[in-house]
């Protein structure tokens, strides 16, 4: 019997020939829930198709803030601490490579190939090393800056709601945001419960300075946390988020608390001592009476560490209220 097929006949082999030569349909890619999400950060409109899936945190808190949402595998790099990381975010922190102890030149970051930047400053997008919002989208490359730092607008708990509800939507954990905020939320509520009828202490922040005293004005968060603490910020007059104020200014507003922000090379001790040696500050109350507080500076911006800054700093302005 012959081995060669058997030829089909003309009506059978048009139909069939059509049918290999036409296309295959291709399927359609369902969208992932919540996208498309469009989002508008400090006058940056984006539209995201779908989570990021390679982002680069520059500057502690936004990086913690992608580790309180659960986002280590999203992210492939990370720089710039301010202090050391908080512990419940440690193992989750050491997994992920960083870029530069401070912010990473141009070609470090691209390196990385990430296809998401999230700053927590404004210096973390400078455009004169090559990191501009423009630069990076040129590259293909999403940012998000702090909305702290925005151009507008000022900085309270609301906007970090918002801050971390909208980092939520846009990696797709929207409930792991809402959880977080609803946690925040009643914890502050507790704070203030327990301050009811304290009354307000003036408080002057000392961040650094010599000839000047760089000070938290009434523009950042740092404000806020004072307020809800049970606390008066004597430069919130000061329209910026940290600004400069003169040593004579701290003198006529007379703070009963100096609240130090810990970072950097110089010392909370240091900070002390070249207050309590000034000749000038020796009347103002708080030097005075050596009253003192602490915070870490990334409990003091914009991040996860604020609504619980507020606890810590209620329990040194009203050791009482505890």
Known sequence: MSRRRPLLSAALLVPLLAACSAPAAEPTAKA?????????????????????????????????????????????????????????????????????????????????????????????????????????????????LNTEYCPSGASSLDDLYREVGEVGRTFGVAGRAEKWAREARAGVAATEQRLRGAAPVSVFVYDSGDKTAFTAGGKGIGNELITRAGGRNVFADLDK???????????????EVVLIYDYGSTTVAQKKQRLLDDPALREVPAIKNRRFAVLPLSDAVLGVRAPGAIGKLAAQLHPAAR
């Not at 829930?33 to 198709?49: A, H, R």
């Not at 390679?54 to 492939?76: C, F, I, P």
């Not at 990076?136 to 999403?142: N, T, V």
């Not at 988020?241 to 703070?255: H, I, L, M, S, Y």
Request: hydrophobic share 40%.
């Open 32 to 144: 992932a829930p919540g996208f498309p999400y469009t989002v508008t950060n400090c006058g940056v409109k984006t539209t995201y198709q779908a989570p990021p899936k390679r982002a680069v945190t520059m500057n502690q808190h936004v990086t913690e803030v992608m580790l309180a949402l659960g986002l280590e595998k999203s992210l492939v790099g990370t720089a710039y601490l301010d202090d050391a990381i908080l512990p419940a975010y440690k193992k989750a922190y050491d997994t992920v490579p960083v870029l530069a102890k401070e912010y990473p030149s141009k070609e470090a970051l691209l390196a990385a190939d990430p296809d998401f930047v999230y700053g927590g400053y404004a210096s973390a997008f400078d455009a004169k090393a090559g990191r501009g919002r423009d630069d990076l989208k040129r590259s293909g490359i999403d940012s998000r």
């Open 241 to 255: 988020t940290f600004g400069d104020a003169t040593w004579e200014q701290v003198v006529a507003r007379k703070p």
